[in-house]
């Protein structure tokens, strides 16, 4: 019988436990009795907040989600040049992962065991998607290499973006958010070789 | 009991049923249970070949290590201008990492529990760190963007590389792996956006 403590939490403060959980073990390998530990709190109280750890997992994913599909409804992602938007959405993509960054590496992480999982690659493959869509209309208006394959290019896109998640650590120092979402966007738009 | 089939394994068809159980599982969830099973023979028949899991682990870590470490000692790696060099090594990378799939799938998941593992991850940032002297020399150059940060590009170009295990499926058709090869050189390099 471990001691637990007084049960203080909120939705999100309980959440952001499940998250660390969540990726320090995998989904699969996190029991309630993890999340109990983690906790502090007895199984019974983290069943008096979410009906179980399906439910923790479809909130986490969806926090990260909501935020990667906003970046899609912000006013530079929705008007202007189609290679415009493309280069603010990469850009934006790059400060969500990076603000939400536990939130998005488990979406980047899960692999479709459940009805939860599934739908959340379902909706990560729509996002794809949706970013797919700009690239082809920035190829047909001329502004990418003509070279270019699509498909293949949104796949080294998101890559890029989503390799960030593997070393960037807020706490270590380093880069800021600024500085990665500028490298992000330059060296898949510009390249990395000097022009000319 | 299981019926165990007559031990006809070699050393690589033994290491390729093992690297399969280890991309499926994760190293650290595999046991020799599961490793006798997935081969169709006893432990003790696993144990003439091997020490044990770890040997397996080394084994299958070297095949890829050993890969990317001769791309570069090759000659277009090692001689003619830095920024050459680098494009060379990064087509190179791409193609062993598609050639060796699964060895090199292994090699970017360890985590480093075990000495092996650690010894896997020393090495991995050698080979990186490798990388990043030539994005040095090609910056000394003059060969690479002005504001292009080594260390950030560094991380950004092997971002990109890698995720190529995330998706790369030979089986299923889709692009070569030359097409590959020429797309993640260019992105890098070039970038998708049509210059000027």
Redesign the interface.
Known sequence: MTMAKRDTYTPESLLAVAVTVFNERGYD?TSMEHLSKAAGISKSSIYHHVKGKEELLRLAISRALDGLFAVLDEPRAVSGRA?ERLEYVTRRTVEVLMDELPYVTLLLRVRGNTDTERWAMERRREFDHQVAEL?KRAAAD????P???V???T??????I???V??YRPERGG?TSE??AD??V???????????
Do not use: H, K, Q
């Open positions: 390998g290679i690239l001329g502004d990418l290499r070279d270019v394959d498909r293949l290019a796949r080294l896109l998101f890559g890029m989503n390799s960030v593997e070393w880069a500085e990665v490298a992000v330059r060296t898949a738009f510009a390249g990395l070789r000097t022009a000319g």
